[in-house]
Every structure is written in structure tokens, then in C-alpha cells.
């Protein structure tokens, strides 16, 4: 018996790449659920966190659609002595 209910069925089980319209959508709505929360009493936030909110939607909103994009800008930011993508099948 296989170990996961999609073994074998031609299904990766990598995780999506979260800035694929899916992705970023659910981001976006779990951001505006936990304002609307905060705002109407519901969910307590420090107000110094507050703002990360913000920082948090503009970091989802400029995700790259693509994830090849994602990850060409990625690339040019780490120190590849240390991530070697070969390591978790990347490029």
C-alpha cells in the first residue's frame, strides 16, 4: 500500500508555488481576515505589529506569477556557498 493517497497517481507532492494566483489569493484573504478580525475586536494585535500587515500584502502583491521568475530573484539574493538549489530540485 502506498504511503500517501497520491503516490503513484502522477501527482507531485511539492508544494505549490505560493505566488500562483491560488497562492497569493489565499494570502490575500487570510491578510483582509485577520484585519477584519483585529478591527471588529476579534483578533489582538500589538499595535507595532499592526503595520506588518502591510509590509506582509505589499510582499504577497509583488510576488512574481511565475515561480522560474521567483526564483531567478531569489537566486541572485542568496549566498549559494550555502543553498545549493540542486539539493531541492531547483534549476
Same mark, same amino acid.
Given at each position: /500500500?502506498?504511503?500517501? +493517497? ?8 511539492? +508544494? #505549490? ?10 494570502? =490575500?484573504?487570510? =491578510?483582509?481576515? /485577520? ?7 476579534? =483578533?489582538?494585535?500589538? +499595535?507595532?505589529?499592526?503595520?506588518? =500587515? *502591510?509590509?506582509? #500584502? ?5 510576488? +512574481? ?6 526564483? *531567478? ?5 542568496? *549566498? ?12
Amino acid at each position: /500500500m502506498p504511503l500517501s +493517497p497520491l503516490a503513484g497517481r502522477g501527482r507531485s507532492l511539492r +508544494p #505549490q508555488y505560493p505566488g500562483a494566483p491560488a497562492g497569493k489569493a489565499a494570502a =490575500l484573504t487570510a =491578510l483582509r481576515l /485577520m484585519r477584519d478580525a483585529h478591527r471588529d475586536g476579534a =483578533l489582538k494585535i500589538h +499595535p507595532r505589529e499592526v503595520p506588518y =500587515l *502591510d509590509r506582509l #500584502q505589499h510582499t504577497v502583491e509583488a510576488l +512574481p506569477a511565475k515561480e522560474p521568475e521567483f526564483i *531567478d530573484e531569489m537566486m541572485a539574493e542568496v *549566498d549559494t556557498t550555502k543553498f545549493v538549489a540542486a539539493d531541492y530540485e531547483i534549476g
